[in-house]
């Protein structure tokens, strides 16, 4: 069988702040990236598309979102493409009920085939079931999405599928990493590696950039999000996977995101129009764009110069015809007008950080946190036998405090 994997599609995505013509052209960019990703399914005429979670941006979605979803759907439903998903962190209701999300609905109407990990309070340990979705003789499985008990759960299911006839491939909205992990989604290599005997495939999601595990003969592929998740997302590798599960062998297709670019400048002079001319307007004429694109740029200032950032956003939109600007501003680390005078230089920094946390779209909202995570992490330094402790806990409590989630 041929399997297009795909995933993180964050459908009904809107950038924040709030509706528009930039919101609503974004808006579709998520549902015309996964209608290019099922134009390929039917052109390629695949046994199935898989996702590996994150269908929805949101379990609380517009009846827009939905319909436009079933829409693209239909096309698969009326090829005889069937779509096997399973969900993420973001399709989750923010509420008990573990089936009272938008995925099985589109299960129910029969667009999409879903396994399912269902959990059981055994007595004395955490039971799991596990229902696989068999196709062509393969069976589907899923250790769905259970936050700090991810990792708990994949076990459950590699020890379940060692006693399961097989073909089997598993879909996972988790991505592998190799030291230290802070989040939710991602999991040791090992955890990923017991599977390697177990499956003929193995659909990862969550990290928004292409990854193959192991580097060699991969059997485990993280596609990456077709569209970026916001315009400060630096993951830009970001692809679908044709995969052979007879041959073994698999064909990394590249998905294209609205453009995006990343430059970085420098000024003397706190005067924007200056720097447009001297700096920014030189840049640009080299730099293929085209309207529409995204523009993330950052500004190296001498201590003590404060450049308009949102004067050069505007501009960057409305002149230079980017359909976003992001700019911030950075200063050189560790220098200061404020020199020997009390805390003084305290100040700067924290200035400083409060600067670009107001820059920052995933900060910008929750600066005091932001502040004292950077403070926190900071002390850690100082702590080296017990800083990877700190680290993780102030991060937890970030995230719990936030509600931040990948
Ligand atoms: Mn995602």
Redesign the pocket.
């Given at each position: 069988m041929t399997i297009l994997h795909c995933?993180?599609l964050?459908l009904g995505r809107r950038p924040r702040g709030g509706r528009g013509s930039w919101s609503d052209s974004r808006y579709d960019d998520y549902f015309s990236a996964f209608d290019r990703i099922v134009t390929l399914a039917i052109e390629r005429g695949v046994g199935c598309l898989t996702i590996g979670?994150?269908v929805f941006d949101s379990n609380a979605m517009l009846p827009a979102t939905l319909a436009k979803t079933e829409a693209v759907l239909e096309r698969l439903r009326v090829q005889r493409i069937p779509v096997v998903a399973t969900w993420?962190?973001?399709d989750r209701p923010g509420y008990g009920g573990d089936s009272e999300f938008w995925l099985a609905y589109l299960a129910e109407k029969g667009l999409l085939l879903m396994p399912r990990a269902e959990k059981l309070s055994g007595i004395h340990e955490t039971e799991w079931r596990f229902d696989p979705v068999v196709l062509d003789g393969i069976s589907f499985w899923t250790p769905g999405w259970w936050r700090s008990q991810n990792e708990v759960v994949l076990s459950a299911l590699a020890a379940h599928l060692s006693g399961q006839p097989g073909p089997h491939a598993v879909l996972a909205?988790l991505a592998p990493v190799g030291g230290g992990y802070l989040d939710q989604?991602a999991v040791p290599a090992d955890a990923i590696r017991q599977f390697q005997d177990l499956v003929c495939f193995m659909g990862g999601?969550?990290?928004?950039s292409w990854s193959q595990f192991p580097r060699e003969q991969p059997f485990f592929f993280v596609p990456g999000?077709p569209e970026y998740?916001d315009i400060g997302e630096r993951a830009a590798d970001k692809a679908v996977v044709l995969y052979d599960t007879v041959m073994r062998s698999f064909e990394r297709i590249p998905v294209i995101p609205r453009p995006k670019h990343d430059l970085m400048l420098e000024t003397d002079t706190p005067d924007c129009e200056h720097f447009v001319r001297k700096q920014l307007e030189p840049r640009l004429k080299n730099l293929q764009f085209a309207e529409g694109d995204m523009i993330r740029l950052e500004v190296l200032c001498p201590p003590g110069i404060w450049l308009d950032a949102g004067w050069c956003e505007h501009w960057l939109e409305n002149v230079a015809g980017f359909g976003k600007a992001s700019v911030s501003l950075r200063h050189p680390a560790g220098q200061s007008d404020s020199s020997g005078e009390g805390d003084g230089s305290q100040r700067a920094i924290e200035e400083i950080i409060h600067e670009y946390i107001a820059t920052c779209e995933i900060f910008r909202d929750v600066p005091e946190e932001t502040l004292r995570l950077l403070q926190e992490m900071a002390a850690a330094l100082d702590e080296p036998a017990r800083g990877d402790e700190i680290i993780h806990e102030r991060l937890e409590a970030f995230f719990a405090a936030t509600h931040k989630e990948?």
């Open positions: 995933a993180d964050h979670g994150d993420g962190n973001h909205h989604g999601g969550h990290f928004h999000s998740f990948a």
